[in-house]
Nanobody
Framework: QVQLVESGGGLVQPGDSLRLSCAAS????????MAWFRQTPGKEREFVAT????????DYADSVKGRFTISRDNAESTVYLQMNSLKPEDTAVYYC?????????????????WGQGTQVTVSS
């Protein structure tokens, strides 16, 4: 079992950058495919990005391609989400998630473990 804790959220202006971190404990994350999701009130949890266990394969939602970058440091048991050129529509609670197995999936129900979330607000 792994515990996930997100950090790095905050209030920024449109066009700014922010880096989210997801620190894992309890078990090394090298055995897990990792992902970031986001959610706004009244909406379904939305896929943002995912990364393979080695970090060699990534996938993004179309809405963030070219602006967001997911990465991981298995030695530090940490996953990152670098967010550039932020837009007001990126405002959400961002969640880190982990799943066993090698396949990269964008469905929330495929993920076994979740963090508590970190708020990102993009507003002028």
């Amino acid at each position: 079992q792994v515990q996930l804790v997100e950090s790095g959220g905050g209030l920024v202006q449109p066009g700014d950058s922010l880096r989210l971190s997801c620190a894992a404990s309890g078990r090394t994350i090298i055995t897990y495919s990792m992902a970031w999701f986001r959610q706004t009130p009244g909406k379904e949890r939305e896929f943002v990005a995912t990364i393979s266990r080695s970090g060699g394969t990534v996938d993004y939602a179309d809405s963030v391609k070219g602006r967001f970058t997911i990465s991981r440091d298995n030695a530090e048991s940490t996953v990152y989400l670098q967010m550039n050129s932020l837009k007001p529509e990126d405002t959400a609670v961002y969640y880190c998630a982990a799943k066993t197995g090698a396949f990269l999936l964008s469905r929330p129900d495929a993920y076994n473990y979740w963090g508590q979330g970190t708020q990102v607000t993009v507003s002028s």
